[in-house]
């Protein structure tokens, strides 16, 4: 696997829980990534954070909130959440935000009851 | 237009022969290329990126590109059943800040 550690990597939350996804990088990345993988469907970028700071935020609803204390570790705090939030959640990082090649996690799968 | 686009497939190819698969993009200011391999349940892999015109080797995978015709490749030569997964075309959007965007993917099946 690559030097991009996600964890938990199988979760199943009901909709009024609160959950975090945690992500780890061991590459000496400046920007890291959320995605959202859902069946059939392309990659859909969540968040980015480029040297802790968040640059972008892809129309996300606030029941997703990110957060990155430090460029190795990104976090994705989950509360009351949908069925359709079911997906794999897939954290990147890369050397810097400007389009250079992204590295993956393993990616947690999430259900929600 | 979808910014990036690829044959959804699924590519059946029999083992030992040539699998080509394609992607055609929209941003003309795009300036660097990546595929990568998903096999079922598990996440992208890395396993080429391109940046200039003309063709780029790695083992059985050549990579090729044209940025004229706004157009990227990946050839996978002696195909095993193994190379059976999707494959994500990302291209560089520059108009968009640099972040990758991603294809749909196309599915191939390698058959022994």
């Known amino acids: 696997e690559t030097g991009v550690t996600q964890t938990p990597r199988h979760l199943v939350m009901g909709m009024t829980n609160k959950k975090s996804l945690k992500c780890e990088q061991h590459?000496?990345?400046?920007?890291m990534y959320w995605y959202k993988q859902s069946a059939k469907k392309p990659l859909e970028l969540m968040f980015v954070?480029?040297?802790?700071?968040?640059?972008e935020n892809n129309s996300v609803p606030s029941r997703f909130s990110p957060e990155c204390p430090n460029s190795s570790h990104l976090f994705l705090h989950l509360h009351t959440l949908q069925p359709e939030d079911s997906a794999l959640y897939l954290c990147?990082?890369?050397?810097?935000?400007?389009?250079?090649?992204?590295?993956f996690g393993p990616g947690t799968r999430l259900t929600v009851t | 237009q979808k910014e990036v686009e690829q044959n959804s497939g699924p590519l059946s190819v029999p083992e030992g022969a040539i699998a080509s698969l394609n992607c055609t993009y929209s941003?003309?200011?795009?300036?660097?290329f990546f595929w990568y391999r998903q096999y079922s349940g598990k996440s992208p892999e890395l396993i080429m990126s391109?940046?200039?015109?003309g063709d780029k080797e790695d083992g059985r995978f050549t990579a090729q590109l044209n940025k004229a015709s706004q157009y990227v490749s990946l050839l996978i030569r002696d195909s095993q059943p193994s190379d059976s997964a999707t494959y994500l075309c990302?291209?560089?959007?520059?108009?968009?800040?640099?972040?990758?965007?991603f294809g749909q993917g196309t599915e191939l099946s390698v058959k022994p």
């Open positions: 990147a990082s890369s050397p810097k935000r400007e389009g250079l090649e992204q590295y």
């Open positions: 590459l000496g990345h400046n920007a």
């Open positions: 954070y480029n040297f802790k700071e968040q640059t």
């Open positions: 941003d003309r200011g795009s300036q660097s």
């Open positions: 391109i940046y200039s015109n």
């Open positions: 990302a291209v560089n959007g520059y108009n968009q800040g640099g972040k990758l965007i």
